[in-house]
């Protein structure tokens, strides 16, 4: 479903990714991995169109899609949970749901009731301000709004970073339900390895923004791939 050929990207003079190529299949989980500094982040930013890419392709469902902004992207399909979660703390949950309803049409704009079984403590609180969550409910409510655009493609960009150990097993399990649904490809960015071995289908390691090693999990020896995150 997502295809990367050769994607290179740059701040200001500093280049950050050199080449990378990788496949994102719908109905998996992708995991990347690679210890802090090494371009994961900017790999996301890149497929997402946070930050443009310099060179290389990117195809979503055999389309090759020229550089584009995040906006553009979002209504072909892609939809990100950002690092830090991004939420609008002034806006209740309902809202902040609600302003996925851009890439959809004015016929589709409903919160799902998939979004409060997926995530019922949402519903409990969805006249409450997003500011007042905890940290892991806030990132329940980043993910609920990334699904409320009906992605093709799930970019998530350290989903239990700073999240209490209940939440994440939660957010596991929510993952698992994604990728078993067969709807789309999912991207997971992750630094906690147990975590992401346990949901990924493919792994895709970056060192010094480079593809260091990639494969299907049954492909690869799970010590070997905890030495090539640990270094």
């Known amino acids: 479903m ?5 994607i290179t990207l740059h701040y200001g003079h500093s280049q950050i990714l050199n080449g990378i190529s990788m496949e994102a299949q719908q109905g998996e989980v992708t995991c990347v991995m690679g210890t802090n500094g090494v371009g994961k982040t900017s790999l996301i930013k890149a497929i997402s169109g946070t930050h443009p890419r310099s060179g290389g392709t ?10 584009l902004p995040a906006q553009a992207l979002a209504h072909k399909g892609v939809a990100i949970v950002p690092q830090g979660r991004e939420i609008f703390p002034l806006l209740t949950v309902r809202e902040n749901m609600e302003t996925g309803f851009n890439c959809l049409p004015k016929s589709e704009r409903v919160v799902p009731e998939e979004m409060f079984e997926l995530f019922p403590v949402l519903k409990e609180m969805q ?3 997003g500011g007042d969550l905890s940290g892991g409910q806030q990132q329940q409510l980043a993910i609920a709004r990334a699904l409320i655009t009906r992605p093709k493609l799930l970019l998530l960009d350290e989903p239990t970073e700073g999240i209490q150990p209940n939440i994440i097993q939660q957010i596991g399990e929510v993952i698992k339900l994604l990728r078993d649904k067969g709807e789309m490809a999912i991207v997971l960015v992750e630094q906690y390895f147990d975590f992401a071995y346990d949901l990924a289908d493919r792994f895709v390691v970056l060192r010094r923004g480079e ?16 030495d090539s995150v640990s270094v």
């Open 2 to 6: 997502l295809t990367l050929k050769d």
């Open 58 to 67: 990117l195809s979503l469902d055999g389309e090759a899609l020229p550089p």
């Open 211 to 226: 593809v260091l090693l990639q494969g299907s999990k049954t492909e690869m020896d799970r010590g070997a791939l905890l």
């Open 127 to 129: 006249n409450r301000r």
